[in-house]
């Protein structure tokens, strides 16, 4: 009698074994699928749009937006992975080779902390709290737009791969980037007196942000000996261009997160 309850109990235990690997072989084609289509997405955003900064030998894009998509999206590790790969393949193929290096540690990181903050968000959160750190990146914003991006502007915008290219150039008044921060503010305002811990999501994307601009300034005056100084205001808008994205797809971007422990 006892025999055939051990082996009925083993036997349990063997099935429950299998349903748990199973299991796990789902979550990781899931998180591999994801990883790469978001690898895929960083990639087309940061190469299709760039700004050359003649001091760095960099380039200004919008690929913070992309790369924080993935740290909602994916784990801390998987959302490293395509941070950090997408971002190094665009620097590549748009000739900044010398970039790709610190770009696949420094963006990956940055996708890394990103999306171990966001998914330690605390359960009570501030409403004044969430309100100020909510409508500080659209301030910076302005701020930083008035100071260093007016005048006449050239940009390139690029399908990656490919031969076709288009450059735009523009006047850009200080007036834009106050109507285009005020209305970002309006709208954080709104979500952050609604849900409260939008406001721990900024200051997450703004503290992975800063890791990205302090990698980027050691890399640029230890390494290649350029101008790094000349570059912070470029990447700091950067991080906030990316921070302002995030903040109004946040609702979408975290219905789409893929977690280990969930599968």
């Known amino acids: ?47 299709s749009f760039s700004l050359y900064i003649p001091e760095t030998r960099g380039y200004f894009n919008f690929g913070e937006a992309a790369v924080y998509a993935s740290a909602f999206v994916l784990p801390p590790l998987w959302a490293a992975f395509a941070g950090g790969v997408g971002s190094m393949l665009a620097d590549v193929t748009l000739g900044y080779y010398y970039y790709a290096p610190a770009t ?29 750190t909510s409508i500080a990146p659209p301030a ?28 735009l150039a523009w006047e850009m008044s200080s007036a834009v ?8 503010a309006a709208y954080s305002a709104y979500v952050s007196l609604r849900r409260p811990e939008a406001g721990w999501t900024a200051a997450a994307l703004v503290a992975a942000g800063l890791v990205m601009v302090t990698g980027y300034f ?23 261009v990316g921070v302002s994205t995030a903040l109004l797809a946040e609702r979408r971007l975290s219905r789409l997160a893929l977690d280990a422990a969930k599968g």
Do not use: D
């Open 218 to 240: 050691l890399y640029e005056q230890l390494v290649l000996g350029v101008a790094a100084l000349a570059e912070v205001p470029f990447n700091l808008m950067q991080v906030l």
């Open 177 to 184: 980037w106050f109507a285009v921060a005020a209305s970002l």
């Open 104 to 132: 696949l540690i420094v963006k990956g990181c940055e996708a890394y902390v990103a999306s171990l903050l966001l998914r330690r968000r605390p359960r009570a959160a501030s409403r004044v709290a969430g309100f100020a």
């Open 140 to 167: 910076l914003l302005a701020a930083l737009g008035a100071l260093f991006y007016t005048g006449r502007a050239e940009a390139t915008l690029a399908l990656p791969a490919s031969p076709v290219t288009s450059t």
């Open 1 to 47: 009698m006892q025999l055939s309850i051990r082996r009925a109990e083993r036997k349990k235990q063997q099935k429950r074994l299998k349903i748990l690997t199973l299991q796990w072989h789902v979550t990781r084609a899931k998180l591999v699928a994801a990883s790469s289509i978001m690898a895929a997405l960083v990639f087309v955003v940061t190469a």
